[in-house]
């Protein structure tokens, strides 16, 4: 089970007007924003405007309009950034194995280079 969502979390601040963001793509229920650390050339995060720490907590809790507007900002997001066409990857951490280090629900979008693949091996 999740940890309970923490209200202080940077990206709730980002929501609520606090700290700024370099802002991409919004709708009613979800706002993309660039990386304030990038790992590739197109390197934008895309999160929800509700409350939910990762995932599996946004599938049990979450509306299905919110679910529908998540994923559908996420896709357009990509489009709008131009990495639609030479792909790109989408990757969301959560929890403690995932290394998650901020704890509001987010999908990265990586593009703009070739992105090698996915996982080590634990053999590597
Ligand atoms: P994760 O390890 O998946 O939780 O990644 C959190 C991401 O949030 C990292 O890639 C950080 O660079 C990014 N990040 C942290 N603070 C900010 C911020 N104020 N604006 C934009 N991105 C941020």
């Not at 390197?43 to 599996?56: C, E, M, N, S, T």
């Amino acid at each position: 089970m999740a940890e309970a969502y923490n209200p202080q979390n940077i990206f709730a601040k980002i929501l609520r007007g606090e700290i700024p963001c370099k802002k991409v793509h919004e709708t009613a229920h979800s706002l993309a924003f660039h990386d304030i650390n990038p790992l590739s050339p197109v390197h934008v995060l895309v999160i929800p405007r509700g409350a939910y720490v990762g995932f599996d907590d946004f599938s049990a809790k979450a509306s299905a309009e919110e679910i529908a507007d998540y994923v559908k900002a996420i896709g357009d997001t990509a489009r709008k950034l131009g990495v639609d066409a030479s792909g790109y990857r989408l990757l969301s951490n959560c929890g403690a194995d995932a290394n998650q280090e901020v704890p509001h629900l987010h999908v990265h979008i990586f593009g703009g280079r070739p992105l090698g693949r996915m996982l080590k091996k634990d053999t590597d």
